[in-house]
């Protein structure tokens, strides 16, 4: 059975393009709820840390670098089968093969520069949310 809580963050790129209104609604028109969000910001060491999966990959300086250059929105989703239904909402990670109407499909640049982080597990949705928001911080 698949939970019902997931991860997200909006990203530098989509912050400063002003897209985090038109995602949130998008987000909770989905049938979302919204259980904890925060605007903050990624240290380098705090991207590393938090991508520290993708280390040794190609793409781990550029994306951990992104991931860094600007404030972003973290927030924990709640809805049943969240991961595998926010998964669809936010599109495939390479834009250009998006679904028309999905959050990447709309607001990404790119396949490196795509607006959203989505968590891929239910797993790594609760290691996730751990990463940014205490027990405290969430209803």
Known sequence: MSGNQTF?????????KNYIGPILHMITE???????????????IQAMEFYSVHA?????????????SGPIVAAILEKENAVEDYRHLIGATDPS?????????????????NAVHGSDS??????????????????
């Open 8 to 16: 997200t963050i909006i990203k530098p790129v989509a912050v400063q």
């Open 30 to 44: 989905a049938g979302f709820r919204i259980k904890a969000m925060k605007f903050t910001y990624l240290t380098k």
């Open 56 to 68: 040794g990959k190609y793409f781990f300086e550029d994306l951990t670098s992104f991931m860094s």
């Open 97 to 113: 093969k998006a679904e028309e109407g999905t959050i990447r499909k709309l607001y990404a640049e790119s396949m490196s520069h």
């Open 122 to 139: 239910d797993e790594n949705a609760i290691v996730e949310s751990d990463f940014f928001f205490s027990k405290t911080e969430r209803y």
